[in-house]
């Protein structure tokens, strides 16, 4: 089938009016006039044609038996993408961020190398501005992507549809509405641990996406950790999600562990997880790492301990959603079974 979805004014294209009378000749001298009332079509075909076109964005999960659009989320960073910096003038950027030339390269200490710095600078600034007025409602500074390095390569995959998808979402409200369904329902966020804090940015200006979240895999290292990013990035996610499954794995040493067994210090912010909506499963996975201990016993005793504590971890940590009922891998493999 030749699918042609004539791009017209938004009024005409809301309203269904098809905008011309080319007549187009089909299959057992059928004609019609005009683009291919696709609109007309049932809802549920409508669907299956824009799960279609988003074939080439499809990644196969043999886990759990089902395809994902797989999309990068990043935290946006540019050379002078600090309020500290950007508020002030060029010369105040220079003082204050200590980058002054200091290479021995006579052409850093130029006039002409310390004039296309501030031009930089200007760019940069007058772009940041011209953000914040494009989109006043749009809370933090994060790109999102969907491109082939993040996906399985197939001969049958065509990354030229990219083009025909973007052409497709502004075709007509309607249309962009249905397929916005269809993509932000199926996708699978990738997001670098450092920046993670824009999760729930994303969240708030994308309430699209929190249909299609079932499923939330995080790994912390304690020592490390963020504790006002992380809070606020389990309360986006209480706020905004319902899931089916939660994988939680933890990195702790000798002290980190102390004080989740006490319920004190660093494990207080950890009891957020108790108030996340899960269905399903909560799976753990504990790697602990003692400060001292000798090199040849080293894994017996880590084991050793883990095999004490882990369950009071478990049990602490439990969403209260599932409290009450058996949790852990027995029943998450039954439910991946269920699936297949």
């Known amino acids: 089938m030749c699918l042609i979805i004539e791009r017209q004014s938004r009024a005409s294209a809301d309203s269904g009016s ?11 001298g ?10 007309k079509l049932p809802l549920e075909i409508r669907l299956e044609i824009y799960l279609y076109l ?21 935290r946006f960073y540019g050379p002078f993408d600090y309020e500290r910096y950007i508020s002030g003038t060029y010369e105040d950027y220079v003082e204050k961020s200590c980058h002054a030339p200091t290479f021995d390269d006579e052409f850093f200490q130029t006039p002409e190398k310390r004039w296309s710095d501030k031009l930089e600078f200007e760019r940069e600034k007058w772009v940041k501005i011209q953000l914040g007025k494009s989109h006043p409602l749009r809370s933090g500074r994060y790109t999102i992507s ?8 197939s001969a049958t995959k ?36 450092s920046d ?29 950790c963020d504790e006002d990013e992380l809070s606020k990035f389990f309360d986006a996610v209480t706020q905004h999600l319902v899931l089916d499954g939660l994988t939680l794995t933890l990195t702790v040493g000798d002290g980190e562990l102390k004080d989740m067994i006490d319920g004190e210090g660093k494990f ?19 790697y602990y790492y003692p400060d001292v201990v000798d090199d040849d016993d080293w894994e017996e005793y880590a084991e050793r301990v883990l095999k ?24 998450r493999q039954q439910f991946e079974n269920c699936k297949l």
């Not at 074939?55 to 196969?60: A, L, R, V, Y």
């Not at 969907?146 to 390569?153: I, L, M, T, W």
């Not at 993670?196 to 079932?214: S, W």
């Not at 209260?320 to 029943?331: D, E, F, I």
């Open 18 to 28: 098809l905008g011309n009378n080319v007549l187009f000749i089909e299959l057992d």
């Open 30 to 39: 059928y004609t019609r006039s005009g683009p291919f009332p696709f609109l």
């Open 54 to 74: 988003l074939g080439p964005f499809h990644s196969s999960d043999d886990k759990s038996k089902a395809t994902h659009i797989q999309i990068q989320v990043e």
């Open 146 to 153: 969907c491109d082939p390095y993040f996906s399985e390569r």
């Open 158 to 193: 065509d990354w030229s549809m990219i083009r025909l998808v973007r052409d497709m979402s502004h075709v007509s409200r309607q249309i962009r509405t249905e397929f916005s369904v269809a993509f932000w329902t199926r996708v699978s966020i990738i997001c670098p641990e």
């Open 196 to 224: 993670f804090a824009e999760l729930p940015n994303v969240l708030n200006n994308r309430p699209m996406v929190c249909a299609g979240f079932k499923h939330l895999s995080f790994d912390v290292s304690i020592r490390f």
């Open 268 to 286: 207080l912010w950890l009891q957020r997880i108790k108030l996340l909506k899960v269905a399903v499963y909560f799976d753990l996975n504990t």
């Open 308 to 331: 004490e504590h882990e369950p009071t971890l478990r049990q602490r940590l439990t969403p209260n959603t599932l409290c009450g009922r058996p949790v852990g891998p027995s029943q």
